[in-house]
């Protein structure tokens, strides 16, 4: 066990995570409709990255003390993180698709789960609110439990019926639909609902052209604006579409 595992037991108080965060988890991986998705965690330093930004400097910390004393665990936590999340995506995912979950997935969620931090002392004062902690290893489960807490609230809360995926089934990015119809379909107009518009106007003007040569060949071709030229998602660098993750400070 590494120096920074035997670790004595010590405390923290976690801010009470949004629901969104565990979608900001999932959402590192995307195009994930396509045959080579886009990985943005791609190795320890990374993760330890999107930990300080979505979670909060303590966390990160952690995974640098334990990177730098024993770079095999940090990989190991690493790998265990990324299993992690597709798991929680496949169970997200199943929400949205209004599938059936397996067995499987819901003890994994259930083990995950368990694995944390309990949640039961409250810190209402002084600020910074949240759940205080007591820590007794650096692991996948202390660092990734707000985002699990995240996952579970948004599953068992009023929050699901929002959960949406993305229209555009090459992007496949989870959100919350925060429209008042509740009728918002893509991750961002700028990023999928644009191209899918792109794509409905060329295939009308094709099947105008297709209906009457002649006067298609007349009108110079016009391509509605900010779209992209074809359609094709990959000609256009991915905007990350309204992000949640924010920056939390510990205590
Ligand atoms: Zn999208």
């Known amino acids: 066990m590494s120096p920074a595992a035997r670790a004595a037991p010590r405390q923290r108080v976690i801010a009470a995570p949004p629901p969104t965060l565990c979608l900001d988890f999932v959402n590192t991986r995307y195009w994930r409709g396509r045959s080579a998705p886009t990985e943005t965690l791609v190795d320890v330093a990374s993760l330890a990255g999107w930990l300080q930004g979505a979670v909060d400097a303590q966390a990160a910390a952690g995974l640098k003390v334990l990177a730098r004393s024993d770079a095999g665990a940090a990989r190991r936590l690493f790998d265990t993180a990324l299993e992690w999340r597709e798991s929680l995506h496949g169970l997200l995912r199943a929400i949205v698709d209004a599938s059936p979950l397996r067995a499987t997935e819901v003890e994994a969620f259930g083990r995950m789960l368990h694995a944390t931090p309990a949640r039961h002392d409250p810190v209402l004062q002084p600020e910074p609110a949240g759940w205080r902690v007591t820590m007794h290893r650096l692991d996948v489960a202390e660092l990734l439990a707000p985002v699990l807490w995240s996952a579970a609230d948004l599953a068992l809360g009023s929050a699901r019926a929002r959960l949406r995926c993305c229209a555009n089934e090459a992007c496949g990015w989870l959100f919350l639909d925060d429209s008042k ?61 309204r992000r949640s993750g924010r920056s939390r400070s510990g205590p």
Do not use: I
Request: overall charge positive.
């Open 181 to 241: 119809a509740g009728t918002r379909r893509w991750c961002s107009m700028s990023a999928c609902g644009n191209r899918a518009k792109a794509r409905r106007h060329g295939l009308r003007q094709r099947e105008r052209a297709r209906a009457d040569p002649a006067a298609a060949a007349a009108r110079p071709p016009r391509q509605p604006r900010s779209e992209a030229p074809d359609g094709d998602a990959a000609a256009v660098p991915f905007r990350a579409p």
